[in-house]
Structures are given as C-alpha cells and as structure tokens.
C-alpha cells in the first residue's frame, strides 16, 4: 500500500484497521466497556475444539514432548531440605517441540487459521523463541514469514542470545527485520503488516493461548498416568503472561484443579526496557519482571485489542529469582542431569528448587518448559558477554545481585531461594490501571465481576479496594 | 571502490525514524538515537558498499538502503570460558 502516510503518528493511528484486516478477529464482538470484554466467549469462538489442537499441533512436531523426572536434583534438594520435605521435581521437556520451545504450540494454531483463511503470510513482532516458532510452523504450512526483531543497540550491537535467534528464524526461511531498541516496534509491525497484507500472529491472540492448553492437559495427563495424582504445583515461566494462562486452563480443562500455578521470574528490577543503554546489560532477554510484571499487571497493554493471556486470572503465586541463580541451576541441570537447556526456560526451575524444598517429600512439582540451547543461547555465551559489558560476574551470596551491574553466581545450593512477590500488591496494582482506562465511579457491577476474575478474587474484595482508591 | 555483483547476498541499514520523528516518552538515551532496521536480501542490481542498494529478501520483497555488509554472516558462539562455572555439580563442591 505505497502512498499512504507511513510517518509514526500516520500508522498508529490507522491501529484499528490494520488489526482487524491483520487477524480476522473483531474484536468489537466482545469488548463491553474499556474494561471489560467476554472473554470466555472470545476463547471459545476460536472455532476449535481441544481434539482440532492436537490433531494441528501434531501435523506440524509440535506437542506430546516428555515428562522427565530429575532424579539427581531432587536428591541434592532433598540433602538441603528439613526431614520429610523435598517434593519431586518433574521437568517438561519442551525443546522437543520443532523449533525447539513450547512456543510452538503458540504458533501452531496462528499458522493453521492463517492458511485456513487464505493469508499468503504470517507477521510477528518478536525477539523471543516465538520468532523461529513462526518461521517453524510458516514453513510448514507452505506460508512466507517475516519476524519483527529488536535487535541492536545503537552502536549496532546485539545480544548472543536475541542474535542467534535472529539467525533461527532466517534458517527456517523468515524475513527478519532486525531494528534497534524502542517501542516503535510495534509501528514497524502495523507498517508490514499493511504493506503486506499477512496475518499478524500475535502471541496475544486466543489462537495463540489455546495453542497452550494442549500443555497443561499433557501435565495433568502424564503426572497422572506415572504418579497416580495430580501435580502439586505447576511452575511457570512468566513474561506476556501466555505460557501461564495456557498452562493453567489446560490444567482446568483436564480437572487437576487443585494444583497451585506459581509463576517465576528473573528479577531485573531497575532497568529500564527501552533504554539504549541498559537493553545489553541484562543478560535475560525474556521471561524477566521488565515483562512479567507489567503484563500480569495490565494485560491490554498489548498489538491486539484485548489479549487473552490474563495470567493473574490464574496465577496463585509469583516468585522472582536472581540472574545467578538461574545461571547456576542451568549449570546444575547440565552437570546433574545430563542435559543441556537454554537459561531462560530454566527461570521455572529455578523457583521449583526453591518450592521442593518447602514442600512434602511425596509431593509433586513440574517444571512446564524447556528451551533449545547452543551458540548464543547459551548461559555461557550470556555470562562471557555479561563481562565484556562491564558486568561483574562471581560467585556467592545471589541476594548482592544488582540487575545491570553484577551477577552472583550461587556457591552452594542452598544459596537459592529466590524470594516471593505479594500477590495482592500486583492484583491493587492491576486495579489501578484499571482505574485510568475507566475511573472507579464508572465501574458497572459487570466491570467489577470482569476485574475479580481477572484477579482470581470476588467481587466484594473488588468493591472493597475500588472504595480505597476512590478514598 | 569495487562493485559488488548483481545478486549477492548482502544486508542493508535503513534509518526509520529520525531522533525526532521517534515516539514520544522514550528514555533519555534512546531519545537521541535514530530507529534503524537492517534486512538482508540479494542485491537486484550490482552496488557499492556504504552508497544505496535494492534488494530482494529471501521471501521476496524488495528494500532500498545503503549497503553494509557483502555476505552478512552469523559469528555469535558460546563465548569465552566463565570459570565460575566449571566447578558447579561436581564433587569439587559437593
């Protein structure tokens, strides 16, 4: 569409259009008030039944990965824990999926509807797994690709980790468009998609959710059919708030509900996500509270009118953990278990040691993901890179971490602990934001059932904080 | 300068967006930066490196920019050896 006015102000005012042409969805059909939205009716009108998912993921490699049991890291938890606790610690081997992470499930389903409905192409703003995930299932629906990056610093200098899965993307026949940091990301994203005219697979979008349920009903499944019960607890990953919410449903739809869904993340509070400066000096490029808290907090925040991960909806508990503590439960996974696994899928590990020491020997806990590792993605590569941006790398106590300026790696197990956030701090903060899309006195009482399920509570808790922050 | 050959894989830089024409509510430091894309492709026509060139990327659209790499390669690796590693899970420490 040369011709149109592609200046900032220009695309992002044409958002709406561009969305709707982009997803086929309209949102419209949903939307009650700038709260509130049906959002059961959004998921379930996505037309598929759990049966069609399966059947589509397992067309395209993606799905029924293994359970594994760590044997040795529960032990070594075992030997750090009071008598009788020390629960097991089952790992979900996601890099199994083509392209090497759950986020394939993601995918999945976007790239199925995509053909289905006729796009030449796919479209996804990403500088995650998502991207190869895309590219991966573009592929194997015969549709083009173009992926969307955040790459580079302004000195042209990118992550080890954000450039190898640049280079995954192009290896899988993608276009990516590899640009510096900023939220215009997001204009770069409306503008292909208008000169393109591809469908815009959205992480956000309820294909892209319920493409997740399939992995909580494996969980349930798999622990079940092994163990003869639930799983305990669930730990999850947590940035957009995707895997979460996908998770958790899936869990519901196969009736474990009474697992606890703990969601973790690295604590890199203090630096600023769109800042030129510190964009290299994290060395977690996903699943980080630069993320996690923002979308567990606001969800709408997102390239599609209403996102259908709502992780607070579900979410029992948060826990943040260090940068070396992660670092050095990777490393352990590798040395203990045989097995080497990208860093950032190891986040969820790391808060499950921290749970497995807490909770009864003959509990259960599983690790739901897993992501590929090799050059670039690699806690090696991230920590060598880490130093030569100034960072100071040592062991010892993981509470001295400062996010952006040092990274203490664990001496001893027993050193990780992470630490929990308080759950109802995120849901007033939820609240708040809730409060500038639409003042507190214009709540309708269908507004406030749509706030307490988003955050897991009832309506007269609801009332109760709406009334203080009117106060 | 040499010319670089009509069909050779190579990668672009674009500026987007000027410090100015960029998004309100940026960090200081972002804020004096441009917003600049790069986007590989074989070149349409022969170019020289650093002056402007067409490309057509691997799914087929067409980019204009200035030239900056003939052959863009991957190099990123596992990085140099982090000894505070080695030891972790070992009997060195148990």
């Known amino acids: 569409m040369s011709g149109r006015d592609t200046s900032y102000a220009a695309v992002m005012a044409r958002k709406n259009e561009i969305m709707k042409a982009s997803l086929g969805i309209d949102y419209e059909e949903f939307i009650q008030s700038p709260i509130a939205f049906d959002y059961d009716r959004m998921m379930r009108e996505t037309g598929f039944s759990l049966e069609d998912i399966v059947r589509i993921q397992s067309e395209t490699k993606v799905g029924n990965t293994p359970l594994y049991e760590l044997r040795r890291l529960t032990e070594a938890v075992r030997r750090i824990s009071p008598p009788g606790k020390g629960a097991r610690i089952l790992l979900k081997d996601e890099a199994a999926n083509a392209s090497g992470s759950f986020k394939a499930r993601r995918a999945s389903i976007s790239a199925y509807q995509a053909a289905l409905k006729g796009y030449a192409g796919m479209i996804a703003a990403t500088s995650g797994n998502y991207g190869a995930a895309v590219a991966s299932q573009a592929a194997q629906r015969g549709l083009k690709c173009i992926i969307v990056q955040e790459v580079y610093d302004s000195r042209g200098v990118g992550q080890p980790e954000i450039v190898e899965k640049g280079r995954a993307c192009e290896a899988y026949g993608a276009e990516v ?31 892209g959710i319920r493409g997740v349920e399939t992995l909580g009903v494996e969980i349930a499944e798999q622990v079940r059919s092994r163990y003869g019960k639930d799983p305990d607890a669930v730990v999850i990953t947590h940035a957009g708030g995707g895997n979460l919410t996908g998770t958790a449903r899936g869990l519901q739809i196969a009736n474990s509900s009474q697992t606890r869904i703990v969601a973790c993340s690295v604590d890199l509070s203090g630096l600023h996500m769109a800042s030129d400066h510190d964009f290299n000096r994290k060395s977690f490029t996903t699943g980080h509270t630069g993320f996690g808290v923002p979308f567990a907090t606001w969800p709408d925040r997102v390239d599609v009118p209403r996102n259908a991960a709502r992780s607070l909806r579900y979410m029992d508990e948060y826990h943040l953990v260090t940068q070396g503590e992660v670092f050095y439960i990777t490393e352990l996974l590798t040395k203990l278990e045989g097995i080497e696994r990208g860093p950032a899928g190891n986040t969820s590990l790391t808060a499950a040691v921290t749970l497995a020491r807490q909770m009864d020997a003959d509990q259960i806990v599983v690790v739901q993901e897993t992501e590929y590792t090799g050059a670039g993605k690699h806690h090696n590569s991230q920590l060598s890179f880490a130093r030569q ?64 399920a988003d955050v897991k509570k009832d309506a007269a808790w609801v009332q109760q904080q709406a009334a203080q922050l009117e106060a | 300068m040499s010319k670089i050959a009509k069909g050779t894989w190579v990668e672009i830089e674009q500026v987007i967006l000027t410090p100015e024409e960029r998004a309100t509510n940026l960090p200081e430091d972002t804020k004096k930066t441009p917003y600049v894309l790069r986007v590989s492709g074989f070149l349409t026509a022969e170019a020289e490196l650093g002056k402007e060139a067409r490309i057509r990327t691997i799914i087929g659209r067409e980019f204009t920019g200035l030239l900056k790499t003939v052959n863009p390669s991957y190099s990123h690796s596992f990085g140099e050896t982090v000894p505070e590693l080695l030891t972790i899970g070992t009997e060195m420490e148990s």
């Open chain 1, 177 to 207: 468009i590899k640009l510096t940091v900023g939220p215009e990301l997001f204009y770069m994203l409306l503008r292909t998609l208008e000169e393109t005219g591809f469908f815009n697979a959205s992480l956000y979008t309820p294909f």
């Open chain 1, 389 to 452: 941006n100034g960072i100071e790398v040592r062991r010892g106590d993981p509470r001295e971490n400062v996010p952006g300026k040092s990274i203490v790696i664990p001496e001893r197990l027993d050193q990780v602990w992470g630490k929990e956030q308080d759950m109802d701090r995120l849901r007033i903060s939820y609240l708040k934001n809730a409060a500038r899309a639409l003042p507190v006195a214009q709540w309708s009482e269908n507004d406030i059932r749509f706030l307490a």
